[in-house]
């Protein structure tokens, strides 16, 4: 398993390969974009390069990206399940907190549930999700059927990343109040 350091270089050195700036339209010939625009994004995000000059920006990028994004929720869910066996009533070193009035499950109000460590490992399953469907992701001549996922984005890569912010700060703010 890999330590967080490694795991937060891996991640930049990944965001780093698929920062590509092409909005010059479908074969690059600028004729839905004034070419200014694009030099100004360039200016602003600092990408490494700019795409091949076709119609998608090469998906092996998009892979790189996912598989080592997968990495970082290993490393909390890892934190999240120590946190669930240390809460649990045989062992009991440390709980998330509970706030004043709060509930536990529904048929033991009583009870106090690693909700948010529960979340965390959930989570960490969803991110993980989104790899496959990256590394598949290769879009020769035919249109990928992953890309057509009835989402906003077209690719479940903006979901798992923005998963994968949640999961860094609900697990900040669940490290921040725990009981010891």
């Known amino acids: 398993m890999p330590s967080s350091r490694a795991t937060r270089e ?3 050195l990944a965001r780093r390969d ?7 339209g479908a074969i690059g010939t600028f004729a839905n974009i004034d070419p200014a625009v694009e030099a100004q994004c360039r200016r602003e995000a600092r990408p490494r ?8 920006i090469p998906r092996d990028r ?7 994004s997968a990495s970082s929720p290993a490393a909390v869910e890892r934190l999240a399940t120590e946190i669930r066996h240390l809460q649990r009533t ?13 509930k536990g499950s529904s ?14 490992t959930g989570l960490a399953r969803i991110v993980r999700a989104a790899v496959t469907p990256a590394l598949r992701e ?3 001549l035919a249109p990928s059927a992953t890309s057509r996922i009835p989402r906003s984005s077209g690719s479940s890569a903006p979901d798992a990343t923005i998963a994968l ?3 860094l700060a609900r697990l900040t703010g669940l490290v921040d109040k725990l009981v010891v």
């Open 10 to 12: 891996r991640l930049a």
């Open 18 to 24: 698929i920062a590509t700036c092409a909005i010059s």
């Open 49 to 56: 390069g700019r795409a091949d000059l076709d119609q998608v």
């Open 62 to 68: 998009h892979a790189w990206f996912s598989r080592h």
């Open 90 to 102: 045989e062992v009991r070193e440390a709980e998330e907190y509970f706030a004043p009035g709060q």
């Open 107 to 120: 048929a033991m109000p009583h009870k106090r549930n690693p909700v948010l460590s529960e979340n965390l």
């Open 138 to 140: 290769h879009r020769p």
């Open 165 to 167: 912010d949640f999961r």
